[in-house]
């Protein structure tokens, strides 16, 4: 994607070094990036510039919609993106909230599927858009956030890709998602799929056409030790054309998605890429 290679060229350009203090690494770094998706066109955002993989990335996305706050079930799903955070986060495994291995605490989709209110009820955020959506209701506030500062010290880590704002212009849906912080050589696929595939899911749910989803980045950096590779070996890379994403026909439910959907429900067709980067990856 044209768009992707232009961004890692706007921060090289254009960046500025920031010392990361949870890193110990400097980060070249610019505010604000826009990203879009034609889900409606089927036009899946795989980088094809390096190899690049979509599974996990959907197996993530799945585990928030069933609002697992345990690393083994995201295991079984087919991802270890939970791993480090619930087992290797010294400051989490000595807090009292942890209820034991691969506890990853309050976040990301047990926030979506049960956010606490203060008469000590919850929230189910996903259901109720869900619903909305399906009966032709937009009220301008179809949203699902991860982000409360209030539970923050009751989880393993503060979400990046923090809220999802669905919108409905007749029989079309849109996705307008927020992410405070990306990885671009590393993250940025992870978190292109996931957009992209949660538009895809909702509409199909829904009963609605997909259109466009819109990716904010707030702030967007390259490592100073993947600088290199970026700069010299990716971007001087021609991008392939956009492979296609498929998913099983027989997903028309929320209930699907929370009970029998597995990763051999998703297929892509068409990717063509260049050769693997092994980019570092900061803890």
């Known amino acids: 994607m044209r768009q992707y290679l232009d961004l890692c060229n706007k921060i090289i350009d254009n960046g500025i070094w920031i010392e990361n203090k949870r890193t110990n690494k400097r ?27 979509f599974k996990s990335a959907i197996a993530e996305l799945l585990g928030y919609i069933r609002g697992y706050d345990s690393a083994a079930d995201f295991r079984a799903l087919g991802t270890k993106t939970w791993d480090a955070n ?32 203060p008469e000590g009820k919850t929230i189910d955020q996903l259901k109720k858009v869900v619903d909305n ?37 007749g029989d079309t849906l849109y996705l307008t998602s927020y992410q405070r912080s ?4 590393l993250g940025l696929n992870f978190n292109q799929v996931q957009v992209f595939a949660f538009l895809a899911l909702m509409a199909r749910i829904t009963g609605k056409k997909a259109g466009t989803a819109y990716h904010k980045i707030v ?46 429900d998703f297929s892509i067709t068409g990717y063509e890429c260049h050769d693997p980067i092994a980019y570092p990856f900061s803890v």
């Open 27 to 53: 980060c070249l770094s610019i505010i604000n990036a826009d990203l879009q998706y034609e889900v409606g066109k089927n036009e899946f955002p795989m980088i094809t510039t390096r190899k690049s993989y």
């Open 86 to 117: 619930s087992n290797l986060n010294k400051a989490w495994l000595t807090n009292s909230y942890r209820k034991g291995k691969d506890d990853m605490g309050r976040v990301y989709g047990v926030q979506g599927r049960a956010w606490k209110t």
């Open 133 to 169: 959506l399906k009966n032709g209701i937009d009220d301008r506030a179809e949203i699902i956030t991860f982000y409360n500062p209030g539970e923050f010290h009751m989880g393993c880590l503060r979400p990046c890709m923090h809220t999802h704002n669905f919108s409905l212009l």
């Open 182 to 185: 990306c990885d671009v050589p």
């Open 219 to 264: 702030n967007a950096h390259i490592y100073e030790d993947q600088l290199e590779l970026m700069r010299d070996i990716q971007v001087k890379r021609e991008p392939f054309a956009s492979p296609q994403l498929h998913i099983n026909e027989k997903i028309t439910s929320l209930e699907d998605l929370e009970t029998w959907v597995s990763m051999d």
